[in-house]
């Protein structure tokens, strides 16, 4: 089993939904879930992962993300700074706008945010503020 499949199915167990609820939820035909969940879907479109991570309540970032990397990797000086940059952040937009927000969405944003800043600009990066604003607003959605 593949680790999406994986991530799904732990995803799929902590939320106590199956996979008609998944079906139900985005539309997708049963086939399309269940072929996914069985690895017989090869490269499943970005377009029914991302309505698959919708109905488990997490980003389709979240859903890709490898987990047991991010744990195990040391982090730089310059990382944690980021890191803490991207949480004050989160954390003072999230109450500024008044918006009430469970830790897991809480916890995901703040990672969504620090892996742009890092991915987005390599050699100085900062927090985006244009993506911070969109990405709470995505998730403020859900």
């Known amino acids: 089993m593949t680790n999406l499949q994986n991530r799904i199915r732990e995803l799929m167990a902590q939320k106590d939904i199956n996979a008609v609820k998944i079906e139900k939820t985005t539309g997708l035909n049963r086939n399309t879930v269940y072929s996914i969940l069985a690895g017989n879907s090869k490269t499943p ?3 029914n992962l991302q309505l698959i ?3 488990l309540g997490v ?3 979240f859903l890709l993300l490898d987990v047991e990397k ?3 990797e040391n982090l730089t000086a310059e990382q944690i700074k980021i890191f803490c ?3 004050n952040s989160v954390t003072t937009s999230i109450i500024e706008k008044k918006i009430n927000i469970s830790l897991e969405k809480l916890v995901a944003l703040i990672k969504e945010v620090y892996q742009y800043s890092i991915e987005a600009e ?3 990066p900062h927090i985006d503020d244009k993506f911070l604003r969109w990405t709470i607003d995505k998730y403020h959605k859900f």
Do not use: G, V
Request: aromatic share 0%.
């Open 45 to 47: 479109s970005a377009q």
């Open 85 to 87: 940059d991207a949480t």
């Open 53 to 55: 991570a919708k109905a």
């Open 59 to 61: 980003s389709l970032e």
């Open 70 to 72: 991010i744990m195990i």
């Open 122 to 124: 390599a050699e100085s």
